[in-house]
């Protein structure tokens, strides 16, 4: 039986909540956002929090219920605090720098690498840090990879894009015989 379901979640102050049918619609300071359950799961606002319960008691029904639970949480703690994901750029002459709508990289290749910046997302860099923040968990961690994903780290010198808190398993380089 999921743990996640049986929670509710409250409702920070300056998160408004409201459901439609099967749909829960988020409205915050910045932004907002919409859940569509397709009433696979019983929801009730009560008291300033958001309970879910499951609609009857097959397998696929309490797996929807912790989803979409984990799901509204998300969406609640976007909006009233954001999501934060960091790189870090290691390597010879490897930069980052946020011109207008664009992030640009140098990452050894012949040519910039020039990734356009989602509206809704921030982007700064700080002595080759990228920080990513938004209130979509979903998408940040989707433009996180997709920005590793242009140079991952190498596991000889550690050289490419890897997430702060990444750990890169470095390997012995050649050994010459004598």
């Known amino acids: 039986m999921s743990r996640v379901g049986k929670r509710p979640i409250s409702i920070p102050n300056g998160v ?3 459901l439609e049918g099967s749909k829960l619609l988020f409205k915050g300071a910045k932004s907002q956002q919409e859940l569509e359950t397709f009433g696979r799961v019983n929801i009730e606002i009560k008291d300033g929090n958001i309970w879910f319960a499951k609609s009857d008691d097959t397998p696929q029904s309490r ?25 870090e750029i290691n390597g010879v002459g490897y930069k980052a720098n946020v011109n207008g ?21 921030e982007m700064s860099v700080e002595k080759n840090t990228i920080t990513i923040k938004g209130s979509d968990k979903q998408q940040i961690g989707q433009i ?26 470095r390997k012995a380089g050649k050994t010459s015989k004598k």
């Open 16 to 18: 408004e909540v409201v």
């Open 63 to 87: 797996a929807y219920w912790g989803t979409y639970r984990a799901l509204a949480n998300n969406i609640v703690i976007g909006l009233s605090s954001g999501f934060t994901k960091v790189l």
């Open 101 to 121: 709508k664009n992030l640009e990289l140098a990452l050894g290749f012949s040519h910039p690498v020039v990734y356009p910046i989602p509206q809704g997302v």
């Open 144 to 169: 996180a990879a997709e920005i590793r994903k242009f140079r991952p780290p190498e596991p000889y010198k550690g050289k490419g894009i890897k997430y702060s808190d990444e750990v890169i398993i």
